[in-house]
C-alpha cells in the first residue's frame, strides 16, 4: 500500500524560507513526494542542485507587494494547496536584540519582517485555499521553543550569547496566530499548524558565529534526550502535519526540542 505521507499528487506546495537550514531539508523531503514543489527565498541553496523543485525569488519583507507578488507567482506557477513557512528575515542589528541594546526601530523592523509576514502570508494563502475550494489545504508555520517559554540564560554563562527580546514576541505570536487562524479556517477544511524545534547545532543566529563549546554542554545537557535537534527531525515533522496522517490535527504547536519544553 502507498504511504500516506506520500500522497501529494497533484498538489502544489509552497515554501517560503526553503533555502535555509530548516527550509532545504523540508524541501528535500517534500521533493521525495509526488507533489510540485516551489521555494520563495532570497537565495537559492547549493544543498538542493540535485532535487525537484522551483525556485522563486521572493522577499518576504516587503509587506506592501507580497499579495501582488504572491498573485503573480500563483497565476504563472499553479494555485497552492499546501504552504510551510520556514524563512527567518532578521535585520543586521538582530545580535542587538539583548534587553541592554536592543532600539525601538530595530524592534518593530523585527517584528515586521517576520512575524507580520508570517501572519499576512499565511492569510494570503488561506484566502486562496478558501476561495479555491481546496481540499487537504494546510499550512505550517516555524515557531521555536522560546515561543512558548523565557529563554534559560544560564546555558549563555561564559559564553558571548545573550537573550534576544524580539523573537520570543515573535514567536509566540505565531504559535497563538496559528491557533486563531485555525479556529477561523476550520470550517473551510484550512488546517494551520506550528512546529517549535528546539536548538540546532551550528551558528548562533544572533552573533552570526558558530556556537562555542561551552554552551553547547550546557544546552544539551538540559535536553531530556541530550543531543541538539537536526533538521530532518523537524522536516519529517512538518511532512507529518501537511499530510493526510494529520488530517484532524489543526491549530497545535507541535514541539520538536528532545523534551526541553517539559522541564
Ligand atoms: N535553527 C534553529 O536552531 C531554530 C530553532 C527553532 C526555530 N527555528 C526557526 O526555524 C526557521 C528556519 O530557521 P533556520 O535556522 O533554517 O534559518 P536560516 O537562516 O538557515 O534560513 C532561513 C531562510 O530564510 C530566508 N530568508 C531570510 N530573509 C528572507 C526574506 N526577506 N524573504 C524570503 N526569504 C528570506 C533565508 O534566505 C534562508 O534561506 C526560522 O523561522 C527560525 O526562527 C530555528
Redesign the pocket.
Known amino acids: 500500500m502507498k504511504s500516506k505521507t506520500s500522497n501529494f499528487k497533484n498538489k502544489n506546495i509552497y515554501i517560503?524560507?526553503?533555502?535555509?537550514?530548516?527550509?532545504?531539508e523540508i524541501t528535500k523531503i517534500f521533493s521525495k513526494t509526488d507533489g510540485n514543489v516551489f521555494v520563495?527565498?532570497?537565495?537559492k541553496?547549493k544543498k538542493l542542485n540535485n532535487y525537484k523543485y522551483k525556485f522563486i525569488k521572493?522577499?518576504?519583507?516587503k509587506l506592501n507587494l507580497i499579495k501582488k507578488n504572491l498573485d503573480l507567482i500563483f497565476k504563472k506557477n499553479g494555485y497552492p494547496t499546501h504552504m510551510i513557512?520556514?524563512?527567518?528575515?532578521?535585520t543586521k542589528d538582530w545580535g542587538k536584540n539583548n534587553f541592554s541594546e536592543i532600539s525601538l526601530s530595530s524592534l518593530k523592523k523585527n517584528i515586521d519582517?517576520?512575524l507580520i509576514?508570517f501572519v499576512w502570508i499565511s492569510k494570503i494563502f488561506a484566502d486562496i485555499f478558501v476561495k479555491n475550494k481546496v481540499k487537504d489545504a494546510s499550512i505550517v508555520l516555524?515557531?521555536?521553543?522560546?515561543g512558548n517559554k523565557g529563554q534559560d540564560l544560564s546555558i549563555y554563562k561564559k559564553t558571548n550569547m545573550r537573550e534576544n527580546a524580539t523573537?520570543s514576541i515573535i514567536?509566540g505570536g505565531i504559535v497563538n496566530y496559528v491557533r486563531q487562524m485555525a479556529s477561523y479556517y476550520g470550517k473551510f477544511g484550512v488546517r494551520i499548524n506550528s512546529v517549535?524545534?528546539?536548538?540546532?547545532e551550528?551558528v548562533d543566529?544572533q552573533t552570526n558565529t558558530l556556537q562555542n563549546s561551552i554552551f553547547k554542554k550546557n544546552y544539551v545537557n538540559k535536553v531530556p534526550l541530550k543531543r541538539f535537534?537536526n533538521?530532518q527531525d523537524?522536516s519529517s515533522s512538518v511532512l507529518f502535519l501537511s499530510s493526510e496522517n494529520s488530517s484532524y490535527i489543526t491549530g497545535i504547536n507541535l514541539f520538536v526540542d528532545g523534551g526541553i519544553s517539559i522541564i
Open positions: 517560503i524560507g526553503g533555502s535555509g537550514l530548516i527550509g532545504s520563495l527565498d532570497l537565495k541553496s521572493f522577499d518576504c519583507t513557512n520556514a524563512s527567518y528575515p532578521r519582517h517576520h509576514s516555524l515557531a521555536s521553543i522560546y523573537y514567536k517549535s524545534p528546539g536548538g540546532l551550528g543566529s535537534a533538521p523537524v
